[in-house]
């Protein structure tokens, strides 16, 4: 494979993850949105449609990584530079994968944001269910004697009294 279609090759494959990326940041936005409604069928589809994109961004991921093996570059973000600088030399695909990175980055701010809200759910919904079952509530930090609660395990520990 020549340098120019080596070129093309990334060129699509950014263009494709760009797309993909725009589709997976409008329906985290729109998993917010669902997860403030509660709604169970929309969450189901979208968590679907997210994963569906997850896996398609994946399968691009490995085609770059096989370009950079193919050409004998190494499968790593060190190898698509060097790729990208012997297939691009004017580096008109910088901007595209720069594109990709701030996406990306947005996409992760709005997963992680919607962990959050999804872990607040479940914590409410635990404290409600320990309510209506005389259940005690967790509790992540000690209990009346100083102890660790069952189930739960220390992270680390930083001294004894």
Do not use: K
Not at 86 to 104: F, H, K, V
Request: hydrophobic letters at 40%.
């Amino acid at each position: 494979m020549d340098r120019s279609v080596c070129r093309e090759h990334l060129q699509e494959l950014f263009r494709d993850e760009a797309a993909l990326l725009v589709e997976l940041e409008a329906l985290l936005t729109l998993e917010a949105r669902i997860l403030e409604h509660s709604d169970i069928r929309q969450i189901e589809q979208t968590t679907r449609d997210r994963q569906a994109r997850m896996g398609a961004l994946a399968r691009l991921e490995e085609q770059r990584r096989a370009l950079c093996a193919l050409h004998g570059f190494a499968a790593d973000r060190a190898g698509l530079t060097a790729v990208m600088n012997w297939c691009d030399p004017s580096g008109t695909l910088t901007a595209l994968l720069g594109e990709c990175a701030s996406r990306a980055v947005r996409c992760r701010a709005l997963n992680d944001r919607n962990g959050v809200i999804v872990a607040a759910r479940l914590q409410r919904i635990e404290s409600m269910l320990g309510v209506l079952t005389a259940r005690p509530v967790r509790c992540d930090t000690y209990d009346p004697q100083g102890r660790v609660p069952a189930g739960l395990r220390p992270g680390r520990v930083l001294g004894a009294a």
